[in-house]
């Protein structure tokens, strides 16, 4: 399947590409717009962190509750020291200077997440994760000089881009979409090197991979810094999509919300990640006129409970069957009325046939 993946991905990046141009001619002006910013750009945005986590569980066998929590990271540091920034904290960098420190931030988040966690697995590297993200949050939202407590910061518009508007709902849809498409492309080359193959590896079976040689617990928390980075790039996004940040954005229901998506969409390919962060977003968005805003939590749950039921490997395991079905050819009959099929002489004598 993933010698496969690269084509069929670069055939969706190109109808992606096409699409905000193809969508003015379905659709009347202000629905194309909001089509394009709206479900497109934020399926893509949380698509991002969410295919952090699934990068991890996908290729390491790590399944983490705080990418969110890491995602804020890298907004809350470029809120800080980002200028124009409402309530102004430090504001004494530009876009081109704060970017690249939210980016380090979340890495570093990332490495030390890796870092605590570093004997746990299953249940417990659950319970390590969501447990950092709780109080990091907690902390967060109490804190008044620095985060600006409840209310974040705001005023968080982006840079400008070649001289473009990033408000601008092309201009940002495109550079979302550019962002997943390098980190997308990067993970499919990063786990057929030798890093990425140890951390197969480790999956597997640590302790075989350690009698090979390989420290298991520096690729451990480096998978954890690749995965940090991967969710700074959606908590940049994030936050300059939602022109700011706070800290329900990074509460324990945007947690949730980031690991369903990854387990609707599949936990067997990063592709996944986007497919369950669209169809999240549609049911986020519709949900009012589909069952009932104040339902949206059974909505959500009665779709999650269907796909895992049906394909318990998420809608690209939906996919994968379908497509099998379509391809599968006829068996050939093993035997036909009144054919005898040839066999190859016995090899037995007569003494040795059974009675």
Not at 99 to 109: E, N, S, Y
Request: proline share 5%.
């Amino acid at each position: 399947m993933r010698s496969r993946a690269a084509p069929w991905s670069l055939l969706g990046l190109a109808v992606l590409l096409a699409l905000p141009w193809l969508l003015p001619q379905l659709l009347p002006q202000g629905q194309a717009q909001f089509w394009t910013a709206s479900i497109l750009g934020r399926a893509i945005v949380f698509g991002i962190i969410a295919m952090s986590l699934t990068f991890l569980a996908t290729y390491g066998g790590f399944v983490s509750l705080a990418q969110m929590m890491i995602a804020g990271i890298a907004g809350y540091t470029l809120a800080i020291f980002v200028e124009g920034a409402v309530p102004r904290v430090v504001g004494l960098l530009g876009y081109g200077a704060a970017i690249p420190l939210a980016l380090l931030a979340a890495t570093a988040m990332g490495i030390l997440m890796g870092a605590i966690s570093l004997r746990s697995r299953d249940i417990y590297l659950l319970m390590i994760t969501l447990a950092l993200g709780m109080g990091v949050f907690r902390f967060i939202e109490t804190n008044i000089a620095w985060f600006n407590g409840y209310e974040g910061i705001r005023n968080v518009v982006g840079p400008s881009l070649f001289g473009l508007d990033f408000r601008n709902a092309l201009v940002f849809y495109h550079a979302a979409l550019g962002t997943a498409a390098l980190l997308y492309f990067g993970i499919l080359y990063l786990v057929k090197t030798p890093f990425g193959l140890v951390l197969q590896g480790i999956r597997d079976n640590p302790r075989r991979v350690a009698a090979l040689g390989y420290a298991v617990g520096l690729h451990r928390i480096a998978a954890f810094g690749v995965a940090g980075f991967i969710a700074g790039c959606g908590g940049v996004l994030s936050t300059i999509y939602n022109i700011g940040i706070s800290p329900g954005s990074i509460g324990l229901g945007a947690t949730v919300n980031i690991l369903i998506m990854s387990v609707i969409g599949g936990l067997g390919h990063p592709i996944g990640a986007f497919i369950g962060s669209l169809i999240f977003t549609v049911l986020d968005t519709f949900a009012a006129t589909i069952y009932d805003r104040d339902r949206f939590n059974t909505l959500i749950g009665l779709a999650f409970l269907a796909i895992v039921l049906v394909s318990p490997d998420g809608a690209i395991g939906v996919g994968a069957r379908l497509r099998r079905l379509l391809t599968a050819q006829p068996r050939p009959a093993s035997r036909v009325c009144g054919e005898v099929r040839s066999r190859p002489p016995s090899t037995r004598t007569a003494k040795e046939e059974p009675p």
